[in-house]
């Protein structure tokens, strides 16, 4: 109906899921206090932004833990879709499989509705994912024991590795990668890994809409042409941070309100975004300063303190 939230179809499947995902790194920010967190997830479902992104090692657990506890009020886990992610060191599938199982207990659920790899950056994940013991075989025994609906991998780095993961014949449900309007012009997601996904009807999941925000700082685009940008793609969602009402508001109308850009939209977009798409403003692709903790330790990267800008 008018002003509600979109849906999509969830690639290949005859599920839908909200065209907006509400991204869990922001809530467990020190910004965003518990209270918030809380209300932004229940203010989202009940708008109908159902889908729910999170991953295990989001600001040491407490991203998880917020959402789990805004999910078991008022039957808010029944209205959701639930996406969480394994930041298993060094991809061994039973460090997996004990991550799954703390997120499940944070999440206070007994199963997700999609469970992901988390930021699949390294040159050597792929090699170790698909190794004998590897996370690769945990994704499907999660799958078989009917711990997780979906699987799927997230990655922001460079599309040749997105497309390593895609080419080893593993039957992936969902993929994850920044789409925003830098990224069609440099290194490009959209140009090489979302028709690939469209061949083998794995849902695309897009996030970095903003570039992690320096999409404001390189081009003159609003937060409305940059989230419409992303939307108009064919993806199942767009995962978007929100750590403030403010934002949530903001990212709620937009949605509602979305209509997929015309040609004319799309070439003028592109236009002024063009002399900015050189990396700089992806710094996701060109440095290791946007690495979760884990997959830094395990490749002898000196660890963080904090971040919000992981897949």
Known sequence: MAGSIPTRQFGRYDEQVSLLCVGGAHLGVSRCDEATAIRIVHECVDAGATFLDNAWEYNDGESERRMGKALAMDGYRQK?????????????????????????RRLQTDYLDLWQLHEVVWEDDVDWIFAPGGSAEALLKAK?????????????????????????????DAVQMPLNALDAHYKSFEQEIVPICQ?????????KSFASGDIFEGTD????????????LPVATVVSGMDSIEVMHQNLDIARNFEPLTGAERTDILARSAAAATGEHERFKT?????????????????????????
Not at 199 to 207: L, Y
Not at 221 to 232: K, Q
């Open 80 to 104: 959701s879709f639930l996406m969480t992610k394994d930041c298993a060191h060094d991809r061994r599938a039973d460090h997996s499989m004990w991550k799954l199982e703390d997120s499940l």
């Open 144 to 172: 078989e024991k009917g711990l997780v609906r979906y699987i799927g991998f997230t990655g922001h780095k460079d599309p040749a590795i997105h497309k390593r993961m895609l080419s080893q014949g593993f039957p992936f």
């Open 199 to 207: 061949e083998q009807g794995i849902a695309v999941i897009g996030m």
């Open 221 to 232: 685009l609003t937060p409305a042409e940059a989230l419409r940008y992303s939307m108009s």
């Open 287 to 311: 440095t290791y300063d946007f690495e979760g903790n884990v997959g830094r330790a395990a490749h002898g990267y000196p660890v963080k303190l904090s971040t919000i800008a992981a897949d």
